[in-house]
């Protein structure tokens, strides 16, 4: 499936004419006609999908809603829709991270190509959010001694260095390293080092170890 398309307007026949545009195109399309409304409902953001966004609305304006959105930790991208053009608002809202400003009247095409982007946009953060949770998954499923032994290897000391600060045997750091690249599903070092960087575990190189 597409994505679901989030339409928000106070004009009725935009509203359907615009649904049926996106529903030919294979989207699923949920219709609000106020910014509250949508505020009330909340959108799921485990789907992928976009809000496309009239800017004046009665009562909460598109840009407030937008603001609104952005607070609750909001991740749907927006696309501005408005009849009225205004530069002010227009740089506002695409400094506040809209991800596009349309004019009406829209064109098909242009209205088509900027939600398929926006989704697009939106599956690639979804992705890189649940490749993140699962590596940290990963990271916490270490032992106490195995996170120790972890933050040693990817700061780069030896199994020599990792033994004598650990108080223990070369033996037994090798022992657990081949349990960490297990756990965390990787073969080689590097890979350890750049999971590592993903995850930010690594502090200042002169930061005690915990």
């Given at each position: 499936?597409?994505?679901i398309?989030h339409?928000?307007d106070?004009?009725?026949?935009?509203?359907?004419?615009i649904?049926?545009?996106l529903?030919?195109?294979?989207?699923?399309?949920i219709?609000?006609?106020?910014?509250?409304?949508?505020?009330?409902?909340?959108p799921?953001e485990?789907?992928?999908?976009c809000?496309?966004?009239?800017v004046r609305?009665p009562?909460?304006?598109g840009?407030?809603?937008?603001?609104?959105l952005?607070e609750?930790g909001?991740?749907l991208?927006?696309?501005?829709?408005?009849?009225y053009?205004d530069i002010?608002?227009?740089?506002r809202?695409?400094k506040s991270g809209a991800?596009?400003?349309?004019?009406?009247?829209?064109?098909?095409?242009?209205?088509?190509?900027a939600v398929e982007?926006a989704?697009?946009?939106?599956?690639?953060?979804r992705?890189f959010?649940?490749?993140?949770?699962?590596?940290r998954?990963r990271?916490s499923?270490l032992?106490p001694?195995q996170r120790?032994v972890?933050?040693m290897?990817v700061r780069?000391?030896?199994?020599?260095?990792a033994a004598?600060?650990l108080?223990?045997?070369?033996?037994?750091?090798?022992?657990?390293?081949q349990?960490?690249?297990?756990?965390?599903?990787?073969?080689t070092?590097?890979?350890l080092v750049?999971?590592?960087?993903?995850?930010?575990?690594?502090g200042?190189?002169?930061?005690?170890?915990?």
């Open positions: 499936m597409p994505g398309v339409v928000v106070d004009d009725a026949s935009f509203r359907t004419a649904q049926r545009l529903q030919v195109a294979g989207y699923t399309v219709t609000y006609p106020s910014a509250q409304q949508l505020l009330d409902q909340r799921n485990n789907a992928g999908g809000i496309l966004l009239d609305l009562g909460l304006s840009p407030e809603l937008q603001t609104r952005t609750l909001s991740t991208p927006i696309i501005f829709l408005t009849g053009p002010s608002t227009t740089v809202a695409i991800d596009n400003f349309l004019i009406k009247p829209v064109s098909s095409n242009e209205l088509l190509s982007k989704i697009a946009r939106h599956d690639r953060e992705a959010k649940g490749e993140l949770e699962a590596l998954a990271l499923s032992t001694r120790q972890f933050e290897v780069g000391k030896t199994n020599k260095h004598r600060e108080g223990c045997t070369e033996r037994t750091i090798k022992a657990h390293r349990l960490i690249m297990e756990k965390m599903q990787v073969r070092v590097p890979q750049t999971i590592a960087e993903r995850l930010r575990v690594l200042p190189r002169n930061a005690p170890n915990h």
